[in-house]
């Protein structure tokens, strides 16, 4: 009993706060765990415990992938109507039987050029509204923004936004590249 009380009157001493405490038994308790795993179990636990982690990694991964193509879709959807005029502007030109002018021509080709540009800037302000609403919604304001995992998620989102916007833009190029004012 006196071994108890000795330790107690110890870390009395220490004035160690509860959850400093609390995470030193789980760290103690995770050591012993491994220090068992490795000269007993073979190394079972750590190869599990590596597996699990994988998984949770591949996880927040495609939530993280879903966020972004979720963004990108919904601004996608908010700017198709103006994407939607242009193309159709243009394949009805094309499609006219009575001989196309170079004034026309001109005049496809500078519509088009404007009215991507305030498609893209459109689709540009939609994805900057979005992402802002998500992180009011997420509260990710009021989150630490230190430490390398804040920057590889932020990373990693903003390189799967790029990725839903490269494809994006393959679907769309052939198309307008496709009108007869760019076939010569």
């Known amino acids: 009993m006196k ?17 400093n405490v609390t995470a030193f038994i789980i760290i103690t308790g995770l050591a012993i765990i491994f220090l068992i795993d490795n000269n007993y179990l073979h190394n079972t636990v750590s190869g599990v415990l590596f597996v699990v982690s994988m998984i949770l990694f591949l996880a927040s991964l495609t939530i993280v992938f879903a966020f972004a193509g979720k963004i990108v879709i919904k601004a996608l959807f908010d700017v198709s109507v103006g994407l939607s005029l242009l193309i159709f502007l243009g394949q009805s030109y094309c499609s006219l039987s009575v001989i196309r002018t170079d004034t026309g021509n001109s005049a496809l080709k500078l519509l088009v050029l404007f009215g991507l540009g305030y498609v893209a800037y459109n689709f540009y302000l939609k994805i900057k509204e979005a992402v802002k609403y998500y992180r009011e919604k997420l509260k990710l304001n009021e989150f630490k923004k230190e430490g390398k995992i804040f920057y590889f998620i932020t990373a990693t989102f903003f390189i799967f936004v790029v990725v839903f916007i490269i494809f994006v833009y393959q679907i769309i190029s052939p198309i307008i590249l496709g009108l007869c004012v760019y076939k010569h």
Not at 3 to 19: A, D, P
């Open 3 to 19: 071994v108890l009380e000795k330790i107690k009157i110890q870390f009395r001493k220490l004035n160690l706060k509860r959850e």
